[in-house]
């Protein structure tokens, strides 16, 4: 909770900058490196000095704020921050226990393509535990305190009537424990019977002598902004400039010649965002042809194109663009 004091302590300094759109930003973590050369690709000109969590903004009256990625829904829920990029997860674990109303809460503007990774419920591979219900009235180790909760009372609600005190839950026999950091050692170390943890590659778990045995959300990094934004022409423009840079690192542009006759598979292979651009060229009976193509799909594409009479097949990357 220290953690949550400075961080509010600095949304306290800010209210100086009340001419500047406010936009959080990881500090640290997992999603940092990405957002930042999400930013960069956005011509979001900054320079952040010695390590300060606040960097103006040079060519746009906005505000960096660099913040713990799991603080950021709390700001941007209470309109205290305008925008920001966080987890999915992190959203969750904040609405879970502050539901969003008409007024507060969140809004998801854009998936941002990185950060994939699930949460997932992990026991000790050579244990007995087969089923999230086997850890129902154990001890269960997690930086997602609200919804480790929120599951495990679902579990336990299933299994039997509880009985409901003054506040309009029932009990809980689960036993949940808050760990900051290092929660795959929990089990190891004798401190819970399972946890609650994010895995992307799964590495870290199997090193951890873990096995996932339920998955409670997927998540990836996301664009939220507030309820209450304080400039929302700048908030549809820089949401319109990450789109596009997303855009950009997904797709590549796939020029090819083709004969006329050869024109309708051609494009099957290649229909593009919306359609493929056709330019006739001099040579009679061909054709140019123009298409968007998934980048991890290109060398599938290109040996398609080839099986069906495309020639001169080129591909460019993509450095930015703006499409629906």
């Not at 010695?50 to 960096?64: E, G, Q, S, T």
């Amino acid at each position: 909770m220290a953690g949550r004091r400075e961080s509010f302590c600095l949304i306290d300094e800010l209210a100086s900058l009340n001419d500047r759109l406010l936009f959080a930003v990881p500090k640290k973590g997992r999603l940092n490196e990405s957002a930042l050369n999400l930013l960069a690709g956005s011509d979001i000109q900054f320079h952040r000095h010695n390590r300060l969590d606040i960097a103006l903004v040079k060519n746009h009256p906005l505000a960096l704020v660099f913040l713990p990625a799991s603080d950021i829904p709390v700001f941007v829920g209470q309109g205290r921050v305008d925008l920001g990029i966080t987890g999915r997860d992190q959203v969750a674990e904040h609405e879970t226990e502050k539901p969003p109303t008409d007024t507060t809460g969140v809004v998801e503007l854009l998936d941002l393509d990185f950060g994939r990774c699930r949460l997932q419920v992990q026991v000790p591979e050579r244990g007995d535990i087969l089923e999230p219900e086997q850890l129902v009235g154990k001890t269960i180790a997690t930086s997602f305190v609200n919804l480790a909760e929120q599951y495990f009372r679902d579990l336990e609600n299933k299994e039997q009537q509880n009985v409901v005190h003054g506040d309009g839950k029932p009990p809980l026999k689960t036993t949940i424990i808050n760990l900051g950091g290092s929660v795959e050692t929990a089990c190891a170390l004798g401190v819970a019977d399972g946890i609650l943890d994010l895995v992307e590659s799964g590495e870290t778990m199997r090193v951890a002598g873990l096995k996932a045995i339920s998955t409670v959300i997927e998540t990836t990094a996301v664009l939220i902004k507030s309820k209450h934004v304080s400039n929302p022409r700048l908030v549809d423009i820089i949401t319109a400039r990450i789109r596009g840079v997303i855009s950009a690192q997904k797709y590549v542009l796939c020029t090819y010649n083709v004969e006329r006759p050869k024109l309708d598979a051609a494009c099957k292979v290649t229909p593009g965002k919306r359609a493929p651009t056709i330019t006739a060229l001099e040579e009679p009976g061909w054709v140019a042809v123009q298409s968007m193509v998934e980048r991890k799909r290109i060398a599938l594409v290109m040996d398609e194109l080839t099986a069906v009479g495309a020639t001169d097949i080129l591909v460019m990357k993509i450095d930015n663009s703006r499409t629906v």
